[in-house]
């Protein structure tokens, strides 16, 4: 069976067709058209990146540790503190059993109080960890 013959480029310009013809013998085919076809930059994808890793649907932890005194009022305040809140999920960390149990009671107002704040959203659950 014999190969199918490669056609040769058509030179513009006597320079460019030097190189053209030397690329052409190089590579044994055409130059491709178009190198950057289907390749993306990393800009593109760099804040959707960031926001899974560091932040829950661009809420930034910090933040939610800044407000939540104010949020929760002084004494729910003092005795709780926001562990993390990612995926839409806020973690606090309660200082005693008792406590836990009388936040699980308050936690549809803390809910709304917090979608008040930062969205509906943002976070969408509170979880309380003992500690």
């Keep these: 069976m014999v190969a199918p013959r490669k056609r040769k480029p058509k030179p ?3 320079r460019e ?3 053209d013809e030397l690329m052409y013998e190089w590579l044994g085919c055409e130059k491709p058209l178009n190198l950057g076809k289907n390749i993306s ?3 593109d994808w760099i804040d959707e990146i960031l926001k899974k890793q560091f932040f829950a ?3 930034n932890e910090e933040e939610v540790k800044a407000a939540w005194k104010e949020i929760a009022g002084d004494f729910i305040g003092s005795n709780t503190e926001p562990v993390s809140a990612k995926e839409g999920h806020l973690v606090l960390r309660v200082t005693q059993p008792a406590m836990r149990f009388h936040l699980e009671q308050m936690k549809p107002e803390l809910l709304r109080k917090i979608k008040e704040r930062f969205g509906k959203d943002k976070i969408k659950s509170i979880k309380f960890s003992l500690g």
């Design 41 to 43: 930059a990393a800009a």
């Design 12 to 14: 513009t310009t006597r």
């Design 57 to 59: 649907e661009g809420i």
């Design 17 to 19: 067709g030097i190189h």
